[in-house]
């Protein structure tokens, strides 16, 4: 098992990282600059990067770092419970978000389901989950929660 150091430090790093590599400009690294008509600048080299997961690891990385300062203080019970349930739900989002696709639709019939839509709506499940976990798991420890 992972420890609460270890998802603490993980989804840092993978939520810095996301979003130094999502941003290129910002972080002087794009080699090829291109400029709107109004003026604001682009970058080129973003072509590689896949916005869906963009998307779902600055959420996840962002959603997991702050369950783990929820979690850092309370006991280890309630951390490893929470984290049973993250060792599932995580993987099943990274799959699903990989599965729908990226199309505009076809026959006149828009697509609403987006690669980015179904990372928000899981992750936003995730962190319900999790903040029901939490509480429930930590009063049955205490023995208020029968």
């Known amino acids: 098992m992972l420890s609460k150091k270890t998802v603490f ?3 840092l790093i993978v939520f810095i990282g996301v ?3 999502s941003n290129p400009l910002i972080f002087g690294f794009c080699r090829n600059i291109g400029v709107w008509s109004a003026g604001s600048k682009y970058c080129y080299d973003t072509a590689y990067i896949s916005k869906p997961f963009v998307i779902l690891g600055l959420y996840m990385g962002a959603t997991i770092l702050l369950i783990s300062l929820i979690t850092y203080k309370i006991r280890d019970e ?3 419970s929470w984290l049973k349930f993250a060792y599932w739900w995580i993987p099943l989002t990274v799959i699903l978000t990989a599965i729908t ?3 505009n639709g076809s026959w006149g019939v828009p697509n609403i389901l987006t690669p980015g839509l179904v990372a928000l ?3 936003a499940i995730f962190v319900i989950v999790s903040l029901l976990i939490i509480p429930i798991k930590y009063l049955k420890l205490k023995g208020k929660w029968n």
């Open 78 to 80: 309630v951390f490893y």
């Open 9 to 11: 430090w993980a989804s």
């Open 121 to 123: 709506v899981f992750t």
């Open 19 to 21: 979003y130094i590599v």
């Open 101 to 103: 696709p990226e199309g």
